[in-house]
């Protein structure tokens, strides 16, 4: 079987095949240029960050993972900051906080109660600021529940 291929500058190409003596097919093709143009711009906003995923309140138990999600427009920003009850919150290895695409997030493993309180995600941009505020609420467990875990207390005598 021998194949011939031409191309002229029209971009129409003809395709002969050639199965048998006694046999010829023809095909004609023609292909129009496709100019593709993508064009990314990165808009700047020219207002303050605006809120537009309002963090929920959290309730987790004693151990947990805690995790607080909010989103604001007005990218990019120059400062994301978040605080416990007023006092700023480092990156440590059991609290982290990420900036993924438009989603704030804070991460807090292994709660403690100590972390119980008001949480703020504090957003800005050279044009100002904006807040979004939650609480977190940490559960005990109640002295049954505390047994059904781990048993019940030795009993102590006192003679």
């Known amino acids: 079987m021998a194949m011939v291929t031409s191309q002229s500058e029209t971009h ?3 395709m002969q095949t050639f199965e048998s003596v ?7 093709t023609s292909v129009k240029s496709i100019e593709v143009q ?10 303050s960050p605006t809120l537009t995923l309002k963090m929920s309140d959290v309730i ?6 805690a995790q607080f999600n909010c989103s604001f427009s007005g990218q990019p920003f120059t400062e994301i900051i978040w605080d416990h ?13 990420v900036h993924q ?3 704030i997030s ?4 292994n709660v403690h109660l100590g972390d ?19 609480y977190l609420h940490v559960k005990v467990k109640d002295i049954k529940e505390q047994e059904e875990t781990f048993g019940p207390e030795e009993e102590k005598s006192y003679r």
Do not use: H, P, W
């Open 12 to 14: 129409s190409s003809t």
């Open 22 to 28: 006694s046999t010829v097919m023809m095909s004609t």
């Open 38 to 47: 993508q064009v990314t711009s990165m808009e700047e906003y020219s207002t």
């Open 60 to 65: 987790v138990s004693l151990g947990d993972v």
């Open 85 to 97: 009850n007023g006092r700023t919150i480092t990156n440590t290895e059991r609290v982290q906080y």
């Open 101 to 103: 695409g438009g989603l």
């Open 106 to 109: 804070l991460i807090i493993f």
């Open 116 to 134: 119980q309180g008001k949480y703020s995600c504090n957003a800005s941009n050279r044009f100002g600021k904006s807040t979004c505020t939650s």
